[in-house]
């Protein structure tokens, strides 16, 4: 199992500790989060948990993954398109990718009820879209949508790609994508 974007790496953490016959592994091109992520699981005594500084734009994993996770960290690529081609090709044929992400329309008319929508159109626009567009990336635009991640992901070559809901968690769409 592999986790793109794992910042801190305590997901990637939580899961080896749940699960030790299994691999895991954190993605991500921060040193200062692989310092910790690595610090947490040896506090943790985990054996099954590893983590590497990478820029997932070249993430050359051939095939080996059961599951990629990204928890919040796609539209905030450089090239999301890029990354997303990346793990579907990371994954053994029949792999799953869970994609956590924002929850929000392509359609501004039907953002207008969501309570957090000034919110997500100020953090896209200040943070999300300037951190992809200082790294020369695309610049995916404001509040990036679901319609759009559904799009890019049938692009990578996912098949199945259904869009779920957690009650608990009316911010973010989950998409579960298999190649």
Not at 57 to 83: E, K, M, N, S, Y
Request: include cysteine; aromatic fraction near 10%; charge should be negative.
């Amino acid at each position: 199992m592999a986790d793109v974007g794992c910042g801190r790496g305590h997901a990637v953490n939580l899961m080896a500790q749940a699960f030790p016959a299994s691999r895991f592994t954190g993605y991500d091109f921060s040193v200062t989060a692989i310092e910790a992520a690595r610090a947490e699981a040896a506090a943790l005594g985990l054996a099954n948990a590893t983590f590497q500084v990478r820029d997932v734009t070249h993430l050359d994993t051939d095939r080996g993954f059961d599951l990629v996770t990204a928890f919040d960290a796609i539209h905030d690529q450089a090239r999301p398109a890029t990354v997303l081609a990346n793990i579907h090709d990371a994954l053994r044929p029949g792999g799953t990718f869970l994609m956590v992400d924002i929850q929000a329309s392509s359609r501004l008319e039907q953002n207008l009820d969501l309570p957090w929508a000034g919110y997500l159109y100020a953090v896209s626009t200040y943070h999300c879209m300037s951190v992809s567009l200082g790294l020369g990336g695309d610049g995916l635009g404001t509040a990036w949508e679901v319609e759009t991640a559904a799009a890019m992901l049938a692009d990578a070559g996912f098949r199945d790609v259904e869009q779920k809901q957690v009650d608990a968690d009316p911010f973010n769409a989950y998409f579960v994508a298999r190649r």
